[in-house]
C-alpha cells in the first residue's frame, strides 16, 4: 500500500508540473509556503552544526552547509515576482550542486539517518519532474 501511495503521490507532482508548464502559472502563496517549510525542515535536520541561517532582505535567503557543501536558496517576497516552474528549478538546481540529489537516483554519497532521507526524499517529491526530463526529479542535467 506504501508503494502504491508514494506512485500516486509521485504522479500528482509530475501532472502539476505539467500543467503549470503549460499554463505559466505564478507561484501561490500556498506553493511558496511550502517550498520554504520544506526546505527549513530538511536544513535544520541535515545541515552541518551550527550552519542553518535564514534571513529576510528582498528576498527570504535560506543558506547552510551540508558535508561541507554549501546550499543556498532565495525565495521570493512577493508570489507575483517569479513563475512556480522557475522556482521549483532553481530549488532542484540548489539541491544539486550542495550534493543532495534526489534519493531514488543514487545519491552519491550517504544522507544520513531514515528521518532525513525521508525528508529528502518529500521535498524531491513535491518539487516533481524538471521541464528537461520526463523521468521523476527529470535526472541530473550535465553540462
Request: glycine residues 10%; proline residues 3%; hydrophobic residues 30%.
Amino acid at each position: 500500500m506504501g508503494v502504491d501511495n508514494q506512485e500516486f503521490i509521485l504522479l500528482r507532482h509530475r501532472m502539476r508540473s505539467i500543467i503549470v508548464i503549460f499554463i505559466g502559472v505564478n507561484m501561490t502563496e500556498k506553493d511558496i509556503n511550502t517550498l520554504i517549510r520544506l526546505s527549513r525542515i530538511l536544513g535544520r535536520s541535515i545541515c552541518d552544526e551550527g550552519t542553518f541561517e535564514e534571513r529576510q532582505t528582498k528576498h527570504l535567503i535560506i543558506k547552510w552547509k551540508y558535508k561541507g557543501s554549501t546550499f543556498i536558496h532565495k525565495f521570493p517576497s512577493t508570489t507575483k515576482s517569479t513563475s512556480l516552474n522557475y522556482q521549483y528549478s532553481q530549488l532542484r538546481k540548489n539541491l544539486r550542486a550542495s550534493g543532495l540529489g534526489p534519493p531514488d537516483q543514487g545519491t552519491k554519497r550517504p544522507i544520513g539517518s531514515d528521518e532525513q532521507e525521508e525528508l529528502l526524499r518529500e521535498l524531491w517529491l513535491y518539487l516533481g519532474t524538471d521541464d528537461e526530463g520526463e523521468t521523476p526529479y527529470g535526472g541530473d542535467v550535465v553540462k
